[in-house]
């Protein structure tokens, strides 16, 4: 399993990839830019948290590290991966629909909260497990 040793970086194709679950203290990042953004990480093994611009973007607990995040106005996508099963908290638009696939799989379809808030629970396991939340239709 990997961890960013960094806590945050660039990838290649745009994306980022934050948070290290192997933590035993809470490390954090601040002020690091990304495509004209701030981004903020705080990560350790019972939280990974991470804002743009001030805004909530992702937080799961306990920590995870996530690899390749890319958000767009449908949605986002990712891995994750970490010791124990998680539960994200991710911020979309308000009130909408979203349909939600983990490895592959349909897990349904939710509705964010008035501060668009979505929440989903995640089995991890030797693997980075692929996320990937899409606006419905």
Known sequence: MAVI????RKEADGS????DY?????TKVEDYKHN???YKVKTFKEITKLEKNGMFVYESVPGTTV???KQTEDGMQF??????????????EDKACYAITIDGESA?????????KLNLSVE???APVDVKITKCD
Not at 16 to 19: A, Q
Not at 22 to 26: A, F, I, V, W
Not at 79 to 92: M, N, P, R, S, Y
Not at 108 to 116: P, Q, R, Y
Request: aromatic share 2%.
């Open 124 to 126: 991890l396991g030797q």
């Open 22 to 26: 192997s933590l035993e203290k809470k």
């Open 5 to 8: 040793s960094e806590l945050i």
């Open 16 to 19: 980022i990839s934050f948070g």
């Open 79 to 92: 891995q994750v991966e970490g010791k124990d099963d998680a539960q994200i908290t991710v911020e979309l």
């Open 67 to 69: 690899l390749q995040l």
């Open 36 to 38: 004209g953004d701030l």
């Open 108 to 116: 349904g379809k939710m509705e964010t909260n008035v501060g668009g």
